[in-house]
């Protein structure tokens, strides 16, 4: 059921005119009202959508909310049923909105766009839906163009006319900001009573990209890497001049428009892209319909450029009105303007009073994305430096450009300088702030040599051999962490968990009391978290091992906020079962008790009763872990690698993980298929992990 009474359990996103960055405040708000906890939906009273489109903004938002509801579900009435019958549009609206609301603890309401709705105006007529909906108001206003006195006096009426269709203004969002002005204009605007925050202009939301600049144009691909028609278009050039002019007003970002047949232009370019020293541009369009000569195709070929070059058949004019006129969208997939909007929105908003003046209650549940923003808030809370082995992929650094962004770690990425610092400019990221070392040039690879020919001597270790050693990124990263020039190292996109683990093994060791390094993973279910250990590192753990897998899952499963009541697997509940398998389990459950007397432990049990209260009723009534499980250890790794990727791919559950334990300093593992989401999720863990390190040894100091 929807949230109470004595709270909001929804919140209404409206303009008052057309470009506000509404998408970017939706996002924003989804992300802070899912870390509220519940089940946070959206919904779309008024569809933008044509017949047959699909509303770009409603999909975006449905990939990021926390509940399962269709698209068609989540959308209220089209503009044609508005124009034809307001009043009983809004009767169409409030019934399709309650069955979303039955469903959610928090419904997040975006208001229509900016087409001609109906009569009086079109933010009166959504101050209207927000008062039948009894959702407050967040209004969107932009400062493009305005003086701060005529920003106050804009939202004066804005909010005016909420107020006389009987709706409540909760806050006052002013977008598309000079940053220089956002203190003069939010105390203006906050004069009208009502709480205000201003967000900057970046460039970067409002941009189109190179795929964006090719629909619009009707254009081919001519060559290039097809990765890269991500690239925002910050800026659009046409190359009417001579090729050196040309080349003295690039910048980055920069998209030139220029006949295929100005063959000095588009080798001048191509070249310029690839040299050091230049800006990277985002694209060239070829207008006129023409391809270059084919002594100039087989050329540029052979350069090979990854630069996006596309073909278009447009006129010089038309195709930069066409450039020019196309605005960048907000949309899924566009990963550089969703990390930007999130990050404006984190830094510009206070999310303790705008959850305060929106009054959104927090249920006990806790949603994937919950748990996921949580992660986030938690790292950039105290920012952590973590090393990055793998930084020449493209994952990596595209997960290295969201990471800076949002402010959640201070990053070194390992590889060669120049490949590291050209991929990412190709692929539009920014590493400002980002150390990129190579340990074949660096000079702590000498003193890393001589400390890891100390470590391993009685194993022979010379220094030149240690030396060779030192070259290798993930030896040379565990040491930053080993040395304290790092909190902390994330590798695996592309080294196998072996090549991870092992320098750890060898230079960080175990904490005290700790023999065994283990793993978990956070299984992100609809409404819960559980941790699931070990499942990716010990084979067939002794008694002695499941032990303690059992209290390093606890610790773990508890820094990240999950209350740890430990079941210790097995096919049998209980004394029901014998046999060397459950003697095992039963023996590491004595031995938690016996070690950790704070855990709350029971074991041997099956997962059925560990997890779902009414078997545990029957089998083990008087447990006060049985139906209640929050971390659940697996006998062997065959059962629980198995167990969770069956729960993920099966109940639609987001594992994060593995989350390596037992270690003194914090390295985690990724898997080789991790997308940049997982990595960025890896880093964040791997940052409150150093997080716990640092508190721990100012305990110690104490």
């Not at 009707?218 to 050039?237: C, I, P, Q, T």
């Not at 060791?509 to 700790?514: L, Q, R």
């Not at 590491?588 to 009723?617: C, K, N």
């Not at 997080?691 to 305990?699: K, L």
Request: aromatic letters at 4%.
């Amino acid at each position: 059921m929807g949230a109470d009474t004595d709270s909001s359990n929804a919140i209404y996103v409206a303009s008052a005119e057309g470009d506000t960055g509404k998408s970017t405040i939706a996002l924003g708000l989804l992300a802070l009202l899912s870390a509220t906890g519940g089940r946070v939906g959206v919904f779309r009273p008024i569809s933008r959508a044509a017949a047959g489109e699909r509303d770009y903004i409603m999909e975006l938002l449905i990939e990021h909310d926390s509940v399962d509801i269709s698209y068609d579900d989540c959308i209220g009435v089209t503009y044609e049923q508005v124009h034809e019958d307001p009043d009983g549009a809004i009767g169409e609206i409030v019934a399709r909105f309650h069955a979303v609301e039955s469903r959610c603890d928090t419904v997040l309401v975006i208001g229509s766009d900016y087409t001609d709705v109906g009569t009086p105006s079109e933010l009166s007529y959504n101050a209207r839906v927000a008062a039948n909906l009894s959702a407050p108001v967040i209004l969107a206003i932009k400062a493009d163009d305005r003086t701060a006195a005529e920003l106050r006096g804009f939202a004066d009426l804005a909010v005016n006319e909420i107020s006389a269709a009987h709706a409540t203004t909760a806050a006052i969002v002013v977008n598309r900001c000079e940053p220089a002005l956002m203190k003069v204009i939010g105390s203006e605007v906050a004069q009208t009573g009502i709480p205000t925050w201003c967000l900057p202009e970046d460039p970067v939301l409002i941009a189109p990209t190179m795929g964006e600049l090719m629909t619009a144009l009707g254009a081919d691909l001519y060559s290039g890497d097809k990765e890269l028609l991500d690239r925002e278009a910050l800026n659009v050039m046409v190359g009417g001049m001579t090729a050196e002019h040309i080349l003295e007003r690039l910048s980055d970002g920069t998209v030139v428009i220029t006949p295929a047949d100005r063959s000095d232009v588009l080798l001048a370019l191509v070249n310029a892209n690839a040299a050091q020293g230049f800006p990277r541009l985002s694209g060239i369009i070829l207008n006129g319909g023409l391809h270059p000569h084919p002594m100039i195709e087989a050329l540029v070929s052979g350069l090979k450029p990854t630069l996006p070059i596309i073909s278009c058949k447009q006129g010089t004019y038309e195709t930069a009105r066409t450039a020019a006129h196309t605005r960048g969208r907000v949309a899924v997939g566009s990963a550089r303007k969703i990390d930007a909007a999130l990050a404006l929105m984190e830094e510009h908003i206070d999310a303790a009073e705008m959850r305060k003046i929106l009054d959104v209650r927090s249920p006990s549940v806790v949603t994937p994305q919950m748990f996921e923003y949580n992660l986030i808030a938690r790292a950039r809370a105290e920012t952590k430096h973590i090393v990055l082995p793998e930084g020449e992929e493209d994952r990596i650094l595209r997960a290295a450009g969201r990471l800076i962004r949002r402010g959640v770690a201070r990053l070194t990425l390992l590889g060669v300088e120049d490949v590291v610092h050209t991929r990412a400019q190709e692929l539009g990221i920014d590493l400002t702030g980002v150390d990129v070392i190579d340990p074949t040039t660096s000079d702590h690879t000498a003193e890393f040599a001589a400390i890891y020919t100390e470590l391993r001597k009685h194993k022979g270790m010379t220094l030149e051999r240690a030396t060779e050693v030192m070259h290798d990124v993930s030896y040379f990263g565990t040491m930053m962490v080993h040395t304290g020039i790092a909190d902390g190292m994330v590798s695996g996109a592309v080294h196998t968990t072996a090549h991870t683990i092992r320098p750890a093994f060898e230079i960080i060791k175990t904490k005290p009391g700790v023999s065994t390094v283990s793993s978990v993973f956070f299984m992100c279910l609809t409404d819960r978290v559980l941790t699931y250990g070990d499942c990716a590192v010990v084979p067939d753990p002794t008694s002695e091992q499941l032990a303690d897998i059992a209290i390093s899952s606890a610790q773990t499963a508890a820094q990240f906020g999950i209350d740890p009541r430990v079941a210790m697997l097995s096919y049998s509940t209980g004394e029901s079962g014998t046999g060397a398998d459950v003697d095992k389990v039963r023996t590491a459950t004595d031995l938690v008790r016996e070690r950790a007397p704070e855990v709350l432990v029971e074991g041997p049990i099956q997962y059925d009763a560990a997890v779902e209260p009414s078997v545990a009723q029957t089998k083990m009534p008087n447990s006060p872990v049985a139906g209640a499980a929050t971390v659940l250890i697996f006998p062997d790794l065959n059962t629980g690698n198995n167990t969770y990727k069956a729960v993920q791919r099966s109940a639609n559950a987001i594992a994060i993980g593995p989350v390596l334990q037992g270690l003194n300093k914090p390295i985690n593992d990724l898997s080789r298929g991790a997308l940049v989401s997982d990595i960025v999720n890896t880093v964040a863990i791997t940052a409150i992990q150093a997080q716990g390190e640092s508190a721990s040894d100012d305990e110690v100091a104490q």
